[in-house]
């Protein structure tokens, strides 16, 4: 069955610099997005992307975020300059939303940031 | 804005029991409710989407009821077993967009 993947699982890095988070989603699916999940909180909606554009974002996608859909198969999140909050659980998502068919969201495993 | 609460947050009970999990949602404008299941480090495993229009999803042993406008979503799980120990999220999605809102999530354990 076909699934959600995301690298790495596991990413440590310098507050201040630089990560990218990559996600490949199901081969003919639509619609992306990016939640994240810091410890012991709530999944928390990020960004949605579709057609090669944002089409909804929360108000924690500030400046410091950018999404990209760089070929037909990755989808990335990067954040330009990390700091201690940044630390998560970040999971990239996809659903078909074409017509006639359901509006699932199918999540991957997830990349473990953490911000030292 | 939405807000999604879930009750209780942590449930054991015997295997073999039936049992519910509650949801509850602020904004009765939705546009459907997917349940999750999560096991502690992993990610999110889609168990059940409700369309607005529906009132009842079954799956297995899975059971997803809504009543859009009370703002409520049940899951029934049947029999339980052992391997259905994890957190259950549930997650509605509004009109207008396509982000999901989710709640804290009901910790159960199904003790053998």
């Known amino acids: 069955e076909p699934e959600v993947t995301q690298t790495p699982s596991h990413q440590v890095t310098q507050m201040g610099q630089e990560v990218i988070l990559r996600c490949v989603p199901i081969s003919n699916h639509l619609y992306f997005y990016w939640y994240r999940q810091i410890l012991g909180q709530k999944v928390e909606f990020l960004v949605s992307?579709?057609?090669?554009?944002?089409?909804?974002k929360s108000e924690i996608f500030d400046d410091q975020f950018s999404v990209e859909r760089p070929d037909g198969s990755n989808f990335t999140l990067k954040i330009r300059s990390t700091k201690l909050e940044d630390s998560a659980m970040y999971f990239c998502?996809?659903?078909?939303?074409?017509?006639?068919?359901?509006?699932?969201?199918?999540f991957g495993p997830g990349t473990r940031l953490t911000v030292l | 804005k939405q807000e999604v609460t879930q009750i209780p947050a942590a449930l054991s009970v015997p295997e073999g029991e039936n049992l519910v999990l509650n949801c509850s949602f602020t904004d009765s404008a939705i546009y459907n409710l997917q349940w999750f299941r999560q096991d502690p480090g992993k990610g999110l495993t889609s168990l059940l989407l409700i369309q607005s229009s529906q009132r009842e999803q079954t799956s297995g042993r899975l059971n997803a009821s809504l009543d859009k406008s009370s703002g409520r979503s049940t899951l029934y799980i049947a029999a339980s077993q052992p391997g259905d120990s994890a957190t259950y999220l549930c997650?509605?999605?509004?009109?207008?967009?396509?982000?999901?809102?989710f709640g804290t999530g009901t910790r159960l354990t199904i003790i053998p």
């Open positions: 998502a996809s659903s078909k939303r074409a017509s006639g068919s359901t509006d699932t969201q199918y």
């Open positions: 997650a509605p999605s509004n009109f207008g967009n396509e982000k999901l809102t």
């Open positions: 992307f579709y057609n090669n554009e944002i089409s909804e």
